[in-house]
């Protein structure tokens, strides 16, 4: 008997589902050495995100920024404790100061779920709906429609900007010069 040439069809259907095989092992092989290990902290930064933390816990958010604060220069460039910043300064009101604390624990960590919901949050109350959606759009991608931080994310969307408080400077009147 005699054997022909297999077709290129053949060699294809043969071997294709190795090639798959191989690539995902590679594809996975690869990203589990390029993850990031877990950050150790301090335990001074530790002790700071307790008090932090308990203090958040009672509502006073001076005393919670300060501790996270101090914290992040026991820590410089925790991800963790930026975004415990992050998350008390939102709360106090400072949207703006809490971008950027979300921002830079993005550019340390750009695939960090927290970060992104905090940083559409932070986007949603001061008005910024589309880039809140684009945020939104991103975590749902990551995490699915279906994770809580995409559920926060998108029920702060629904709720729209938070109010404006007025500052004293902003209803004071002007004085006016009459004639006499």
């Not at 092989?29 to 700071?48: C, I, K």
């Amino acid at each position: 008997m005699m054997r022909t040439k297999p077709s290129a069809k053949d060699l294809l259907m043969r071997y294709t589902p190795v090639a798959v095989a191989l690539s995902l092992l590679a594809a996975v092989s690869s990203s589990v050495s390029y993850s990031q290990a877990p950050e150790a902290l301090d335990p001074r930064a530790v002790t700071l995100l307790s008090e932090g933390r308990a203090a958040l816990a009672s509502g006073n958010y001076n005393a919670a920024v300060d501790a996270y604060e101090s914290a992040l220069t026991v820590s410089p460039g925790s991800v963790s404790v930026l975004l415990a910043l992050a998350d008390a300064t939102r709360k106090e009101g400072l949207q703006g100061k809490a971008l950027h604390y979300y921002r830079v624990a993005l550019t340390a960590d750009p695939r960090n779920v927290e970060a992104l919901a905090g940083e559409g949050v932070a986007l949603a109350e001061k008005g910024a709906t589309e880039k809140a959606n684009r945020n939104l759009a991103r975590l749902q991608t990551l995490c699915g429609k279906d994770c809580s931080e995409a559920r926060t994310l998108a029920a702060a969307i629904a709720k729209g900007p938070s109010q404006r408080v007025v500052t004293a400077e902003a209803v004071t009147p002007k004085p006016v010069v009459s004639e006499n």
